[in-house]
């Protein structure tokens, strides 16, 4: 007689999975802003700290650890048989929210959009290749008198 698996149990392993993303999420971010926290410290105790550097290390901890939180809320809610349109609304809801916050500590952390990354890589390609080609180069001696 072969086990089997029903509806209910499928449901409790889907919950299951979002519970333990959600965890991981709160893992990164404590984890994250610990070791963040200790460079900085080293760095203080060298006399070489930067405020700046150890706000960007917690925030893109912060960043990575809001991603498993809401991939935890989205297989949540995907995993009730019938969600009920609040369930839905509640889920887009929470995904804006934490979808402004990245935004937010996206240009708080490196000055510009996320959907302007491409720009800044694409400027300094262009500006390294620009500065090589409007360097001016010595002018060769030809021989030649000009008047």
């Not at 935890?72 to 995907?78: E, K, N, S």
């Not at 609304?89 to 937010?104: E, G, K, N």
């Amino acid at each position: 007689m072969q086990p089997t698996v029903n509806a209910e149990q499928i449901r409790n392993l889907i919950d299951l999975a979002g519970l333990l993303i959600d965890v991981a999420g709160v893992i990164v971010i404590l984890s994250g802003a610990a070791v963040s926290t200790l460079i900085y410290l080293a760095g203080v105790a060298r006399g070489s700290s930067s405020l700046t550097m150890y706000r960007k290390n917690v925030g893109r901890t912060l960043l990575l650890g809001l991603e498993f939180l809401v991939g935890g809320d989205v297989i949540r809610t995907v995993s009730v048989a019938h969600p009920e349109f609040m369930d839905v609304v509640v889920l887009a809801l929470i995904v804006m929210i934490r979808t402004a916050m990245s935004w937010a500590m996206e240009v708080e952390l490196d000055g510009r959009w996320p959907w302007l990354a491409w720009r800044s890589t694409t400027e300094s390609l262009t500006t390294d290749a620009s500065i090589s080609t409007l360097t001016p180069e010595k002018p060769q001696d030809s021989g030649r008198l000009t008047q």
